[in-house]
């Protein structure tokens, strides 16, 4: 097949270099930076870098862009006839509900997709073949989603690394990406701001490591994926905020008892997870 991929950042450029390196797919890029699609082209990430018009012969399509780049870019470009284009996006509520429509009735076999993979560092540069290796890569489906264009996907997925694909809906996705990505994200970045980081050199081990690994982020880039994904996250940090409070009141009221119940229930819920 032949496979376009728009965005050669991170995610779009680890897209290109593990379809080249594990199947025999023709890979095609495009990027506005054209030195990125030379970067590409030289390394051996792309057969062949492509411009705006250059998707209307693909049989497959990635939009690796921002939510609202990836919007304007599905519905402005011109796809070949039944092929299937898939966006990667961080949400999918937000995207999916402005092109799922709207492809559908061109006749293109779209799918909203998210592969739970990342890095702390930004560009294609920080592009990894093997950065998808035994993740999970969750599909979107709605009553447009066409089967045939979700077992292709699964099995591309399969063939560059994926552990496992996840079939949910939009809104399912977007509820539980909340809790597991979101919510780390704000928490660590918020963490980090103690006026007490400036004494944390010679004091750190493990936890403070994995605490504020995602401190790191990419603002531009998380800033719309939370508000457009605003009313989940402001419920998960709601929740946190009320079991943080109760740490907090147990500590003034120095009860034991009641610490000691909070960090066993804590313990009990990890555990559990982990079954």
Not at 13 to 38: F, I, P, Q
Not at 193 to 206: D, I, N, Q, W, Y
Request: proline share 2%; net charge negative.
């Amino acid at each position: 097949m032949n496979i376009a991929i728009c965005g050669l950042g991170l995610m779009g450029g680890s897209l290109a270099r593990a379809l080249k390196a594990k199947t025999s797919h023709t890979v095609w890029g495009y990027d506005t930076n054209a030195s990125v699609m030379e970067q590409a082209l030289n390394c051996r990430a792309i057969d062949k870098a492509i411009d705006a018009d250059g998707f209307s012969s693909a049989d497959v399509t990635f939009a690796c862009l921002f939510s609202e780049a990836a919007v304007e870019f599905l519905l402005h470009t011109e796809f070949k006839e039944n092929s299937v284009v898939a966006d990667i996006c961080g949400v999918k509520r937000f995207v999916v509900d402005a092109v799922d429509a709207a492809l559908h009735s061109r006749g293109i076999r779209y799918v909203g997709t998210h592969p739970m993979a990342g890095r702390e560092c930004s560009g294609f540069a920080s592009s990894l073949s093997e950065l998808f290796d035994g993740a999970s890569f969750i599909i979107t489906k709605t009553p447009l989603t066409d089967e045939k264009a979700i077992a292709l996907l699964k099995g591309l997925a399969e063939s560059i690394g994926f552990r496992q694909s996840v079939v949910t809906t939009p809104a399912e996705h977007d509820k539980s990406i909340a809790f597991t990505s979101q919510l780390a994200h704000v928490v660590s970045n918020a963490y980090i701001k103690s006026p007490t980081l400036s004494m944390e050199r010679g004091f750190s081990a493990g936890s403070f490591l994995d605490l504020t690994r995602v401190a790191k982020l990419d603002e531009n880039m998380w800033t719309p994926l939370f508000l457009e994904n605003r009313d989940n996250l402001i419920y998960e940090l709601e929740t946190i905020t009320s079991h943080i409070e109760k740490y907090t009141d147990a500590l003034k009221a120095e009860d034991a008892q009641a610490l000691h119940r909070l960090l066993k229930e804590g313990r009990i819920l990890k555990e559990n997870s982990l079954k």
